[in-house]
């Protein structure tokens, strides 16, 4: 199994939520994060001068699926999660060791 962590826009959130679920992977966790880049944040033009913007809001997803399904997985949140504009994001992907469904005792794939 792998984890796929998905760095996004905010705003790109429900768009990437609806396309994992149609594509058959309704299980996600989604955290509001703050982060940075290559750019380090933004500069803004402010009327008393310039103003730094050091961390900009972000949502982390992270999708826990079977190895076969990662590639998969990542090129929809590519897809859904794409402007063009720097700030788009970043995927890191996870082995994963175990999953146990808390319920039942499950384990493995079975649990995911
Ligand atoms: N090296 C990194 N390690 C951890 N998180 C990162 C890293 N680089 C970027 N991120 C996360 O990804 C978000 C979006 O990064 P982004 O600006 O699109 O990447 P880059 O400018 O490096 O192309 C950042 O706000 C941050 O939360
Ligand atoms: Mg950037």
């Known amino acids: 199994m792998k984890k796929v962590e998905a760095i996004i826009r905010p705003e790109r959130l429900s768009a ?3 396309v994992l679920d149609k594509n058959g992977f309704p299980g996600m966790s989604a955290t509001e994060i703050k982060g940075r ?7 803004l033009q402010w009327r008393a001068g310039d103003y730094k913007v050091e961390f900009l809001p ?3 997803l992270e999708v826990v699926v079977e190895d076969g399904d990662a590639d998969r997985i990542v090129d929809l949140i590519c897809d859904a999660a794409h402007t ?6 970043k995927i890191f992907v996870y082995p994963v060791v175990d999953v146990v469904r808390v319920r039942t005792k499950e384990r493995g794939s079975g649990a995911v």
């Open 16 to 18: 990437v939520r609806e």
């Open 37 to 43: 880049g290559r750019q380090k944040g933004v500069s």
């Open 84 to 89: 063009g504009e720097a700030g788009d994001g």
């Open 58 to 60: 972000k949502v982390k």
